[in-house]
């Protein structure tokens, strides 16, 4: 979980600039 972290703030990141309000309550649903 560790080494996942930078990953996803990084896809985070990259999604947010291009697609932004679709991946963001990906990541959410699938943290929980």
Same mark, same amino acid.
């Given at each position: 979980?560790? @080494?996942?972290?930078?990953?996803?703030?990084? @896809? #985070?990141?990259? *999604?947010? #600039? @291009?697609?932004?309000?679709?991946?963001?309550? *990906?990541? *959410?649903?699938?943290?929980?």
């Amino acid at each position: 979980p560790t @080494s996942f972290a930078p990953v996803i703030e990084t @896809s #985070k990141d990259i *999604v947010e #600039k @291009s697609v932004g309000q679709y991946h963001v309550p *990906v990541i *959410v649903a699938d943290g929980q």
